[in-house]
């Protein structure tokens, strides 16, 4: 693993065991898992995650989302996964689009609206928290009186679905 990965690379991986040492063992055995580029990383109450069967979830606004149990939300641009078989262990350092850009800083700013406001994270809560700000420019979405209209909004939705 030390031909792949070196100490300070920010990885996804599913947590195989914890010693009585405090160290861990961990699952790299998919595509999915592997080091994280090109993308944002936010840390949020593990309280405020919803555990699913998967915290991997492709956006239809064009970002990936990881929402880790532990906390750790990863927001990056969607990467196509058939011209990508690196295996998740080489770091792709290619400039990201400005409209790329805008989605993660969009996508962050809803993360941290729904944090502020205690609201469970999850794929759906995201998306319609995401959608509720296109009303918004990004850089206004960290005003508190921003903030509570689009966690209001979509409160109101996931209500209404049940």
């Not at 031909?3 to 998919?30: M, N």
């Not at 580029?37 to 956006?59: A, C, D, E, M, Y």
């Not at 990936?64 to 792709?92: A, H, K, M, R």
Request: charge should be negative.
């Amino acid at each position: 693993m030390r031909d792949y990965l070196a100490e300070g690379d920010l990885i996804s991986a599913e947590v195989q065991q914890v010693f009585s040492d405090g160290s861990l063992s961990l699952h790299t055995r998919s595509l999915k898992y592997g080091k994280l580029s090109q993308g944002t990383l936010i840390q949020v109450s593990p309280s405020l995650v919803k555990r699913r069967k998967t915290h991997f979830h492709n956006l239809p606004c064009g970002a990936s989302i990881i929402l880790g149990n532990n906390g750790y939300i990863w927001i990056s641009p969607t990467v196509n996964e058939d011209t990508d078989n690196t295996g998740g262990f080489v770091q792709n350092l290619e400039p990201v689009a400005s409209s790329d850009r805008d989605i993660i800083a969009r996508l962050r700013n809803c993360v941290l609206a729904l944090a502020e406001h205690k609201m469970l994270l999850f794929d759906t809560s995201v998306l319609y928290t995401y959608e509720a700000s296109s009303a918004y420019p990004v850089k206004d979405l960290l005003k508190p009186e921003v903030m509570a209209d689009i966690v209001n909004l979509t409160e109101m939705r996931l209500e209404a679905e049940g």
